[in-house]
């Protein structure tokens, strides 16, 4: 029946039908089919929350038509994929991206128009995916965005998280965090789909010993099962091609409880199968500091397996080996996060596909390969090995027997010595038993590599030191890098139309090509028309930032941006410290020559973080200060946008005149804001640390305000013994700030409030904050005087952009493509 009905139908001509057309008319009359036929409303009654549904299943339409010319090429020329495993994403608002994706946004306008409909307010009510963190789950929707326009065969997996990142509101200064809701109204960008669906066992025990042919055989007999359903959202890169985001939601099984449900216990059972479903809830909120939670464990167990067992049946319905898999399919691990995939494989091809050990090692190896995201030593995943034995038994053991085939070649055919080998093991038995997640995932990869320059040094010089060694060819970098289409089309709009009035449109898809802007960096026309959509989007900012707090600023001011996760290695409180010099010496009367600027930040602090919400009071408190003191607040005002998302950040970037990227030395992996201010023409001022280095290096010394210790420098303090009091004692400036801090001025006289944050400065300053306070207010007063020269900040400011080619995340992508993962784009007919 089934070959039947392919046979009579024949996609492409009702791909063809004028229904699904981009012209105005058809668009108008989908939609009206969607609303009626898709949501079963009338326009009459239809809230914007129809409106919006309706409008996006119109383009969904649009996306799936694209989609079926990108699968028959991908199966018609048999090329190897990618797996991207991430255990976050953050995809941003879909229906503006999509529109200009499918380059149909002014049509799209006119045909809302004409039903009395403003394409804008549909926009905004779109609530977007909170699926991760921040850089690391931007990073991965930045690649997804690009392996999807260049034609890469790509499927990326991942958790469908019921709630996301929380929401952040501020009151009375403090963060709160409200839940998010991004499903409560339904989410008409997915589809699901029932029928993948894979099974999940946890716990339990193993049994070993000879199957029924004599053959040795491992049975895992677990202590609970959940069901694992795929949910995909299309992807649609650039003018066409795309890629599948597939998300996996935990959902109960009959038998869940074996014991419950054979006792005929039901209501144990129920609650039970309601206690399955919860390892899909919710989205751990803690960037870089995982702490040993069962169910965080589950999390990514959970949607590895889903995953490997898809790859697998995608990988055996072509017909095809799956010895051959390795061939076939290119596995990238963001991060640790996914790292049990490599012990997952082996079981699955070990024990459930029947080969034998040394072809799987081979498949697991050639399959994988791992990007590691940070140094931070509370980032490192690690599990204890009773927790871990509990959820995964099996996995234990299989653990255990790549560690000792490890240590065993790394003993005899490398002589490493007892300090050395326990230094490598992927167990660490220094006191409590630990899996090193970064251990296994290394040792099961063919390739390993960091995200910036110099992060990738420093991965080999420190963390993976001796594997560097062991396996020099195993290392490498692909400098992180950021989707231009919504991070300067999409969100600066103005702007990239200019660009393209003056070098075409080619640098959409190929960035290095605002090169070409260069010879207009001296052009004073070109100037004023940048300058000029630089005040647009600083207007709009600060009408957005009224409308969230209420506080003014004057779009003529210096917008002075710190905007990214709050983090004591980020040193937010080092901007904290320069506002309140600032503030100090005006009030003094100095500072005469100092141009009025607005002092912004943006930020969630894990909820679980007390000096990161510390620090946010700390902001909130000095904006009150300030903002509500006559004396300077036309000079200077300080605002904290709440609730730090993407769709947020696209209204930050373009209006950034200075960029915060100042990080101590050896602590930022690599940074991926740093970018996107950049190419919205901000300036940075920053730290030799993650890819500010290559920033700088691409636009020249002259055009990045630098300062601060190198990490040499870093390193060097620390083994001298550093000493921040010394320098508190001996910058008399320095001094008043701090001090400043705990007088009370800040909280109605409570002397206590912010003591914490001063102690720690003061005596241990574990990010060297007071190490490099002068550098940066020198630095500082560099950028006001630049900013005293318009056309000269206009001339850097163009050169900025002109040289941000390398940081497009299409070049990251074609660079994991040949270094790593060996696949080609697809051509499309
Ligand atoms: C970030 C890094 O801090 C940042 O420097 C980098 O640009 C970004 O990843 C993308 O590469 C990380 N985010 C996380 C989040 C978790 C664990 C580790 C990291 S590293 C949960």
New binding site residues.
């Given amino acids: 029946d089934e070959k039947k009905f392919s046979d009579k139908i024949n996609i492409a001509s009702t791909s063809g039908s004028s229904r699904i057309s981009h012209s105005k008319e058809a668009i108008k009359a989908s939609f009206l089919d969607s609303l009626f036929y898709g949501i079963g409303r009338v326009p009459a009654l239809a809230t914007p929350n129809d409106r919006y549904t309706a409008l996006a299943l119109t383009i969904r339409d649009r996306i799936f038509q694209q989609f079926i010319l990108t699968t028959e090429s991908i199966s018609k020329q048999d090329a190897r994929a990618v797996a991207y495993l991430s255990?976050?994403y953050l995809p941003g608002p879909h229906l503006a991206n999509n529109l200009l994706n499918l380059e149909i946004t002014a049509q799209t306008r006119e045909a809302m128009e004409e039903l009395g409909i403003e394409l804008d307010d549909l926009i905004a009510i779109e609530e977007e995916p909170g699926l991760?963190?921040?850089?690391?789950?931007?990073?991965a929707s930045c690649y997804l965005d690009s392996l999807a326009t260049l034609g890469i065969p790509a499927i990326a997996y991942g958790i469908r998280y019921e709630f996301g990142i929380f929401d952040q509101v501020i009151k009375d200064g403090w963060q709160v965090e409200l839940t998010d809701k991004w499903l409560h109204y339904g989410n008409p960008w997915e589809v699901v789909r029932p029928e993948i669906a894979y099974e999940v066992k946890f716990g339990g025990r193993t049994e070993h010993g000879a199957d029924s042919n004599g053959k040795f055989q491992v049975t895992w007999v677990p202590g609970s099962e959940v069901k694992g359903t795929a949910y995909d959202t299309p992807i649609l890169g650039y003018k066409g091609n795309g890629a599948v985001l597939r998300l996996w939601r935990a959902e109960a099984i009959e038998s869940f409880d074996f014991a419950a449900f054979n006792l005929g216990d039901y209501y144990r059972a129920v609650e039970a199968k309601m206690l399955s479903e919860n390892i899909t809830k919710v989205l751990?909120p803690?960037?870089?500091?995982?702490g040993g939670k069962e169910l965080r464990l589950k999390q990514q167990y959970f949607f590895v397996t889903c995953s490997l067992q898809d790859i697998i049946r995608l990988h055996l319905i072509q017909g095809r080996n799956l010895e051959r898999l390795h061939e076939k399919f290119a596995i990238q691990l963001n991060?640790t996060?996914p790292a049990i995939a490599i012990a997952e494989l082996m079981r699955l091809l070990v024990d459930v596909h029947q080969l034998d050990w040394a072809k799987a090692w081979h498949i697991t190896q050639n399959c994988f390969a791992y990007?590691n995201?940070?140094l931070?030593p509370e980032?490192l995943?690690k599990w204890s090995i009773p927790l871990f034995e509990k959820v995964l038994p099996r996995h234990l053991e299989i653990i255990y027997e790549i560690n000792h085939r490890f240590l065993e070649e790394i003993r005899h055919q490398h002589s490493y010595n007892n300090a050395q080998i326990a230094g490598m093991s992927i167990i660490d038995e220094s006191g409590e038993r630990y899996i090193r997640m970064a251990h296994l995932a290394t040792i099961g990869s063919h390739s390993v590599n960091g995200?910036?320059a110099m992060?990738s040094e420093l991965l080999k010089k420190e963390v993976l030191h001796d594997f560097a060694g062991l396996w020099p060819d195993k290392f490498c970098n692909v400098t992180?890098g950021i989707t231009p289409r919504r991070f300067l089309y999409l969100s600066n709009t103005p702007l990239a139309e200019l660009i393209s009035s003056y070098i075409g449109n080619g640098w959409i898809t190929d960035l290095d090509q605002l090169r070409k802007l260069e010879p207009y960096a001296d052009d004073v026309s070109f100037q004023n028309s940048w300058m000029e959509i630089k005040l647009n989007n600083k207007q709009h900012l600060a009408a957005l930032l009224q409308k969230q707090t209420g506080i003014e600023i004057d779009p003529a001011m210096l917008f002075d941006i710190q905007a990214k996760?709050i983090h004591e290695y980020k040193r937010q409180h080092l901007k904290v410290l320069h506002i309140l010099s600032v503030y100090l010496r005006l009030k003094k009367g100095e500072l005469i020559n100092f141009s009025p600027s607005a002092f912004i930040f943006a930020g969630k602090a894990a909820p679980g973080y007390i000096m990161a919400k510390l620090l946010i009071k700390l902001i909130n408190s000095v904006a009150d200060l300030v903002n509500q003191d006559t004396e300077v607040n036309d000079k200077m005002k300080v605002v904290f946008m709440p609730d730090f998302n993407v769709k947020n950040a696209q209204n930050l970037y373009p209006a950034a005149d200075l960029s915060e990227q100042i990080s101590m030395a050896g602590m930022?992996?690599?940074?991926?804001?740093n970018m996107k201010f950049s190419l919205n023409g901000a300036l940075t001022i920053g730290t030799l640390d993650?890819?500010n280095v290559e920033i700088r290096q691409e636009v020249g010394e002259d055009n990045f305000f630098l300062f601060g210790l190198s990490v040499e420098q870093v390193q060097a303090n620390k083994t001298a013994g550093y000493q921040p009091y010394d320098i508190y004692q001996q910058n008399q400036h320095l001094r008043e700030v701090l001090d400043f801090i705990v007088s009370g001025a800040l909280s109605q006289g409570d002397t206590q409030l912010f003591r914490p944050l001063y102690e720690n400065l003061l005596y241990q300053d574990p990010f060297m904050l007071l190490a490099d306070y002068q550098s940066y207010i020198d630095c500082q007063e560099q950028v006001h005087e630049l900013w005293r020269e318009p056309k000269e900040w206009a001339r850097k400011s163009i050169l900025n952009v002109a040289r941000m080619g390398k940081f497009s995340s299409d070049r990251s992508i074609r660079d994991y493509s040949d270094l790593i993962w060996k696949v080609t784009p697809i051509n499309k007919k």
């Fill in positions: 255990a976050e991760g963190n921040g850089g690391l789950g931007r990073l751990y803690n960037d870089q500091a995982q991060d996060h990007t995201h940070t931070l980032a995943e995200v910036s992060h992180n996760r930022e992996a690599s940074g991926t804001g993650g890819a």
